[in-house]
């Protein structure tokens, strides 16, 4: 069954061929917006997530692109308008990880994650902008001009080390998204977050993987589970829809309380 959510609306997700990006897609589908189901690679993954959006009666096709490439993603916009007429929603998801120590990490491990997780999300984020200010407000569609949300992570405020270049693009991710917000708000578009704590996803299957992992995980999260992907799709599919008309500017961790640092539960 269609719900109807985001009935109508075009929606764009990076990353979407796998993890979170993958269980935010069909969900946007499920809720009743067409969807681009954006990917670098694994082209398979990415026509399955559109087989499945479609048996929900919408529209989706995959697009190949490379959030970091300016010229990849301003084509990849200019093809959703053609095919879809404008976007929606934007879901900034792509993201990845190459971990190291401090003094292990090469300027090239630095830079690619820069490069995707906080350029790439700025060059998702301007186009859609773009778009959504040529095309305005379409009331029967949304009470807003159009939406930015910006996959984030509990490590825009928890620091981790090991992981410098990680934690300094989800700070980064913060601040940009806060500061899109600010200046696209008074032109009616919404710009927020969905910060997740652990999912279980290809990126950190290490983490939860065997039993013994996931104890140790589960030392961190005070709720005592290992999220899973749709946790954050749902989220997402609320904060993309008019129900969260009046959120701006704001953060949604998913996170089962990994931000309420449960080391100082018992002292401190």
Known sequence: MTLPLLRGQKALVTGANSGIGKSTAIALGRAGADVVVNYVAGPEDAEAVVKEIESFGVRAYAAQADVSDEDQVD???????????????????????????????TLAQWQKVIDVNLTGQFLCARAAAKEFLRRGLVPEVSRCVGKIICMSSVHQIIPWAGHVNYASSKGGVLMMMQTLAQELAPHGIRVNAVAPGAIKTPINRDAWSSPQAEAELLKLIPYRRVGEPDDIANAVTVMASDLMDYVVGSTLFVDGGMTLFPGFATGG
Do not use: Y
């Open 75 to 105: 084509e990849m916009f200019a093809h959703m308008v053609s095919e879809f007429g404008t976007i929606d929603v934007l879901v900034a998801n792509a993201g990845l990880q190459r971990d190291a120590s401090v003094t292990d990490m």
